[in-house]
């Protein structure tokens, strides 16, 4: 079955760009999208089809995916961008759809 | 504003059924494909499976730890989607919550708070 691999953690200051990354075999083939959860809340779309992002969700998100691997970018993180972020595409080969093992951001 | 309301969730025994049901509002409810997806506890997301609009001939998929033991359907006189749960396993326990995707586009939109099931002896 495809995989989807985070790095666990994603440490970062205040005001600084956190880059979070998510990597599957040719996963630029396919349209990627991020999911924020905070403790104890739902998950709630951030970036769509790779770089769009939904109505209500701050410019400082920006996506991109090329070759094997998507990325989120936060570029001016705030405290309150700290949450757990999870990539998520759909396989075509097994139309099933895949999320990504899920990266804690800390803003220090 | 767009909403879901999850519900149905609980304790049971291995081996036993559980019926999750979710109801959407704010929405053109029938034009959506609808989708669980779970969360075990201190773990990830794990879609569970969805539904395909009546257009669409109301079409399941499911992910293959759940294949064969859960169902999805949807009434959309009521604006709900229902998950019946049968043969659960400890393995089963997680929060599960009820999206939405436009057609499509596979991703998820929408989601509701989520309703907690355990499967515990």
């Known amino acids: 079955s495809y995989e989807l691999t985070q790095p666990p953690s994603v440490s970062v200051s205040p005001g600084q760009t956190a880059s979070i990354t998510c990597s599957g075999d040719?996963?630029?083939?396919?349209?990627v999208c991020w999911y924020q959860q905070k403790p104890g809340q739902s998950p709630v779309l951030v970036i769509y089809?790779?770089?769009k992002r939904p109505s209500g969700i701050p410019e400082r998100f920006s996506g991109s995916n090329s070759g094997n691997t998507a990325t989120l970018t936060i570029s001016g993180t705030q405290a309150m961008d700290e949450a757990d972020y999870y990539c998520q595409m759909w396989d075509s080969s097994t139309a099933l759809y895949v999320f990504g093992t899920g990266t804690r951001v800390t803003v220090l | 504003e767009m909403q879901l309301a999850d519900s149905g969730g609980g304790l049971v025994k291995p081996g036993g059924s559980l019926t999750l049901s979710c109801e959407g509002s704010?929405?053109?409810?029938?034009?959506?494909?609808m989708s669980w997806v779970r969360q075990a506890p201190g773990k990830g997301l794990e879609w569970v499976g969805r539904?395909?609009?009546?257009?669409?001939?109301?079409?399941?998929d499911f992910a293959a730890p759940v294949k064969g033991r859960f169902t999805i359907s949807r009434d959309d006189s009521r604006n709900t989607v229902h998950l019946q749960m049968n043969s659960l396993k400890t393995e089963d326990t997680a929060m599960y919550y009820c999206?939405?995707?436009?057609?499509?586009?596979?991703?998820?939109?929408?989601w509701g708070r989520g309703t907690l099931v355990t499967v515990s002896s």
């Open positions: 089809r790779d770089s």
């Open positions: 999206t939405t995707e436009t057609p499509f586009m596979w991703f998820f939109d929408l």
């Open positions: 704010g929405f053109t409810f029938t034009n959506a494909w």
């Open positions: 539904i395909k609009t009546k257009n669409e001939g109301e079409t399941t």
């Open positions: 040719k996963l630029g083939d396919q349209f």
